[in-house]
């Protein structure tokens, strides 16, 4: 994870703005399974719970203001329950889903000279909605295409789209 931070607000004596660099590991594992309900010819439902875990390292970082920030590794356990309905078409799939989230814990913490800083939390429920489309396999056997789009709200708020192109050779 990189990440460069400049405030536009947060400035020194001198004028000069607060700014960092950071670099840190991320990664994770899921696990999850489901179960795809045929409703008719041409639709299915396809109900499904994961489970997400990540970490991200912590860092220490030095502001170009003179200050240390100590950034605290942060751990986020998430469970997902939730269902796409699609539609099979000729030449496209269209789908529509929805899911619930519960965010665990998800506490990012650090420190200034020693002083904790508040600590933004994830922790709570997010409900997830979904809209998109898939190339169906009658255009071609070897290319898909997937173009979604997503909206969160709860304690995640926010919409986020998806564009997916692959091949199989």
Known sequence: MKNDFIASNLVDFAGTRAAY?????????????????????????DCYGRY??????????????????N??????QRTQLGGRLTWATKYVNPYVGAA???????????????IALDEPSMKGDTGIGEIGVTLAETVSKNIGLDLGLQGYTGEKEGVAGTARLSFNW
């Open 100 to 114: 619930w989230e519960h965010e665990f814990d998800g506490q990012a913490a650090a420190s200034v000279h020693g």
């Open 21 to 45: 660099d950071s670099k840190s590991a991320y990664y994770g594992a899921h696990v999850g399974g489901g179960y795809v309900l045929g409703l008719g010819e041409a639709a299915s439902l």
């Open 52 to 69: 997400l875990w990540t970490h991200q390292d912590g860092d220490d970082v030095r502001l170009t203001t003179g200050e240390t920030v």
């Open 71 to 76: 950034f605290d590794a942060v751990n986020s």
